[in-house]
């Protein structure tokens, strides 16, 4: 068993008003990675789909994949493409359930946006995700 001690939370990086399925996803980092590198997927509807198995290292965050899982988002662009928090109620409210059963899952995990991984010099996953999920 591997051990989790991070959830990284990210975004697509995608325009709010544009979908990328999650067929898109698998098939972008099926050419990027040879698998998906996201462990958990939410579309803008709220739909949650596990994307890779816990177990399995993900590739979402360059140095911190061996012991983390990584949670994406469908957004995380406005519509001129400028990084902005694009979640809807329904995609806060899976992702908030989803971060609750991977904490009870994984106590000894802590949660934190990609951004504030040391050394990363990008916005995603566009919002305070540290900040928001500090007391789960
Ligand atoms: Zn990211």
Redesign the pocket.
């Known amino acids: 068993m591997r051990r989790i001690d991070l959830i990284?939370v990210?975004?697509s990086a995608t325009r709010c008003n544009q979908s990328f399925p999650v067929t898109a996803l698998i098939r972008c980092h099926a050419d990027r990675f040879g698998f998906t590198g996201y462990h958990y997927y939410i579309t803008r509807d709220g739909t949650v789909t596990q994307t890779r198995h816990e177990q399995l290292i993900g590739a979402?965050?360059r140095g911190y994949n061996s012991h983390s899982l990584g949670v994406?988002y469908e957004g995380g662009l406005d519509k001129e493409g400028q990084p902005a928090d694009t979640r809807t109620r329904n995609q806060k409210r899976s992702l908030l359930s989803l971060l609750k059963k991977l904490k009870r899952a994984h106590p000894e995990a802590r949660i934190l946006g990609?951004r504030d991984l040391p050394g990363v010099h990008?916005a995603?996953?566009c919002f305070d995700a540290q900040n928001e999920y500090q007391d789960l």
């Open positions: 990284v990210h975004c979402h965050a994406c990609h990008k995603c996953p």
